[in-house]
């Protein structure tokens, strides 16, 4: 397997602290800066080391003229190549896709706990992308222009209604827009037959399952799977989205991943998923 510039950002502590460094892994279609509205900053200033990467062919890292011949084990190396120069073993942050790098790192015990936000099923993506195409036929085609850095306002439309909720700002959704970026088809058919897949025994790792109530990508049915997986903490945002990273719901989000980081540190007893849903407020 080629090994390639990764790219990464990196938001250092104000001081110097002992809590592990994090590592943030992006979704499909974007790169590492759609962590560096919010997440980033947030959590370095609450004493935590801040790492993101560009996966190979996005943002700022090498493989864009081989993107669709990209697979996740190519994305995983990339992750692994990150987590080694760390030199420490980072706790795990991962989005959509993102978030099944982030399994991928947990299952060969590499990080010291995961966060898995708006994850991909165990069995894969197919069946929410069937459930998107009835919903919204034009959403393929729209993502497909916004790659090409052509979007107007039926474009927009169609983004906030499957990533974002109602009462979602126009410049928020227009931020992401910004941010569409090409996918490996490759890596979309292997998230699709992820069903194929042998899901390996899971190790004992702490783990916190995030999920927005209105996700119309992968809704909280989907998402208590992988919690139910893990044996993990699931949190189900109110009214969130999809892209819930970057609309007003970010904050609630954080303060969930926070709360759930200090309680490791205090080593206190981790709640595990007893229940179909919960909700975390500030």
């Not at 759609?34 to 801040?50: I, N, T, V």
């Not at 609630?252 to 205090?266: K, M, N, P, Y």
């Given at each position: 397997m080629v090994q390639r510039r990764v790219h990464t950002l990196h938001h250092a502590p104000a001081t110097p602290s002992k809590r592990p460094p994090l590592l943030f892994v992006h979704g499909g279609y974007v790169d590492?800066?759609?962590?560096?509205?919010?997440?980033?900053?947030?959590?370095?200033?609450?004493?935590?080391?801040?790492?993101?990467?560009?996966?190979?062919?996005?943002?700022?890292s090498e493989g864009r003229a081989s993107l669709d011949t990209l697979s996740l084990d190519d994305y995983l190396a990339d992750v692994l190549q990150v987590v080694a120069d760390l030199g420490r073993t980072p706790v795990v942050i991962g989005h959509s896709m993102g978030a099944f790098l982030a399994e991928r790192v947990l299952e060969q015990s590499l990080a010291s706990?995961?966060?898995?936000?708006?994850?991909?099923?165990?069995h894969g993506t197919l069946e929410s992308a069937m459930t998107l195409l009835i919903r919204y036929p034009r959403f393929l085609r729209e993502v497909s222009r916004m790659t090409r850095g052509a979007f107007d306002s039926d474009g927009l439309r169609v983004l906030k209604e499957v990533y974002f909720?109602?009462?979602t700002r126009p410049e928020v959704v227009?931020?992401?827009?910004?941010?569409?970026?090409?996918?490996?088809?490759?890596?979309?058919?292997?998230?699709?037959?992820l069903c194929w897949?042998?899901?390996?025994?899971?190790?004992?790792?702490?783990?916190?399952?995030?999920?927005?109530?209105?996700d119309a990508v992968f809704p909280p049915h989907m998402v208590?799977?992988?919690?139910?997986?893990?044996?993990?903490?699931?949190?189900?945002?109110?009214d969130a989205g999809h892209a819930m990273i970057l609309d007003q719901h970010w904050k609630?989000?954080?303060?969930?991943?926070?709360?759930?980081?200090?309680?490791?540190?205090?080593r206190q007893p981790m709640t595990q998923f007893a229940r179909d849903q919960s909700h975390c407020l500030i």
């Open positions: 590492a800066r759609c962590w560096q509205a919010h997440f980033l900053p947030y959590f370095a200033s609450r004493g935590f080391d801040c790492y993101a990467l560009d996966l190979s062919g996005h943002g700022h706990a995961g966060v898995l936000m708006s994850p991909v099923p165990p909720t109602p009462v227009l931020r992401l827009a910004q941010l569409v970026q090409p996918e490996s088809l490759r890596a979309i058919c292997d998230m699709a037959l897949r042998w899901l390996p025994k899971v190790p004992d790792r702490p783990v916190l399952v995030v999920g927005g109530e209105l208590r799977r992988v919690a139910r997986r893990w044996q993990a903490e699931l949190q189900i945002i109110p609630v989000c954080a303060t969930c991943i926070l709360g759930w980081l200090e309680r490791l540190e205090r």
